[in-house]
DNA sequence: TGGGAAATAT
DNA sequence: AATATTTCCC
């Protein structure tokens, strides 16, 4: 069952046909692999109705060189141009049933995949620039793509072979090639993935070095200790620091338990340790997600200090870069012992904003902090506020 | 027949 | 900008 309408390109090139394949399952997640990092923007939406049209009802139009394409048939062929009806009724239930509950029961056995035809296709004249080739482009809608891992990993990554790939698939529209080129950016995303992997673990190995196991993160060789390592200039009469860690690349933690170590009471860096500012490294992409979280609980509980007005640093630290970028929040001045001293949210506002113009400087033996909430609750603990000497 | 890179298209 | 296709070479 196919259904298939012209693309023609607008630039006349190749005038190429775009056809969707498409297919639709209740559930449309992807399981095997986290497809969420592959490929953005995968959700329901992109499962469409079930467009059964069968192919056989269609001729082909015009191009003599995707004529007689014979979609029923195994291996690779050419999409046939369809007629424009077809076309029609496919952005009709598109548009009409997209958001709506059309969510038959889906079984990967009895799965009908359909490829439609592209909405970006124009209803420009067929006989455009339409000589020699006419390929189709290939939507890996969700469905589709959950079906070629399955197919995949059913070969084992390693053996799978397109060919091979679209036997297991069974799906008519698309060519060894189409396989063969998802194939190839398939693993190109998974080699990322599994070296992003292995960064993960082998942080978390060294975690676990300094980690102590459980007794409450303190590092077997405290002098040794790279969280001690001078992580950024600090000022005269420093107030609490902390490490705020950015994960730029990854995901926000919201969800996911801290995967770095409590910052070790003793090792609450003090001026003696501090160094001289790094030089200006390259900035990773995208701190974006600056706003979203920091205010909310970078200062908001305890960690008085009775310093007087004065930078408060912190580290905004990307997660695989290695590199942090010094934050700097001024509190304000302090009435009395005691009395709370946490950086107003618009001063904490204000230095976000700032933020984004400092350096990049790299963090000491590439490794990361502890995460913000971690440290932020160990310092409670271990009632920070006295850390600076005068600040208690 | 398939992998991979690069160019090209959308 | 991201993603898919084509082309070329091995």
Redesign the pocket.
């Known amino acids: 069952m196919l259904a298939a309408s012209p693309?023609?390109?607008?630039?006349g090139?190749?005038?190429?046909d775009?056809v969707d394949v498409v297919g639709f399952s209740g559930d449309a997640l992807l399981e095997d692999i986290n497809f969420d990092d592959?490929?953005?923007?995968f959700d329901d939406g992109d499962i469409l109705p079930d467009l059964e049209v069968d192919f056989a009802e269609f001729s082909t139009s015009g191009e003599e060189d995707s004529t007689g394409a014979n979609l029923s048939g195994s291996?690779e062929q050419e999409v046939p141009v369809v007629q424009q009806e077809v076309q029609e009724v496919i952005s009709t239930v598109n548009t009409t049933d997209k958001e709506q509950d059309v969510k038959p029961s889906f079984t990967p056995e009895s799965s009908s995949v359909t490829c439609k035809s592209?909405r970006?296709s124009s209803s420009s004249s067929p006989t455009k620039g339409s000589q020699?080739?006419?390929?189709?482009?290939?939507?890996?809608t969700p469905e589709l793509?959950r079906r070629f891992v399955q197919a995949v990993e059913q070969l084992g990554v390693d053996k799978?072979?397109?060919?091979?790939i679209?036997e297991i698939m069974g799906i008519d529209c698309?060519?060894?090639?189409?396989?063969?080129?998802?194939?190839?950016?398939y693993?190109?995303h998974r080699k990322h993935l599994m070296v992003r992997e292995a960064e993960a673990a082998s942080w978390s190995q060294r975690r676990q070095m300094y980690a102590g196991g459980g007794g409450g993160g303190v590092p077997r060789r405290p002098e040794m200790s790279p969280w001690l390592a001078p992580m950024m200039g600090f000022p005269p009469a420093p107030p609490v620091q902390l490490f705020r860690p950015l994960h730029v690349w990854g995901h926000p933690t919201v969800d996911q338990p801290p995967i770095v170590p409590m910052w070790p009471r003793h090792l609450v860096p003090s001026p003696a340790t501090s160094p001289a500012p790094q030089p200006l490294l390259h900035p990773p992409p995208d701190p974006s997600f600056w706003h979203p979280h920091f205010p909310r609980n970078a200062m908001t509980q305890g960690t008085p200090c009775l310093y007087p007005p004065q930078p408060m640093r912190f580290a905004a630290t990307p997660a695989v870069s290695g590199l942090y970028r010094p934050l700097n929040v001024v509190p304000p001045a302090s009435k009395q012992p005691g009395s709370q001293t946490h950086p107003s949210k618009e001063s904490i506002d204000a230095a976000i904003g700032d933020v984004l113009t400092k350096p990049w400087l790299p963090l000491p033996l590439g490794l990361k902090p502890p995460s913000v909430d971690s440290v932020l609750v160990e310092l409670q603990k271990q009632g920070v506020s006295k850390v600076p000497p005068t600040c208690g």
Not at 7 to 11: F, G, P
Not at 160 to 164: D, I, K, L, W, Y
């Open positions: 693309l023609r390109s607008s630039n090139g190749d005038g190429r775009h592959l490929f953005m923007g291996g592209n970006k020699g080739k006419r390929k189709v482009k290939v939507d890996w793509h799978a072979v397109p060919s091979r679209l698309l060519t060894r090639h189409n396989i063969a080129s998802h194939l190839q950016k693993r190109s």
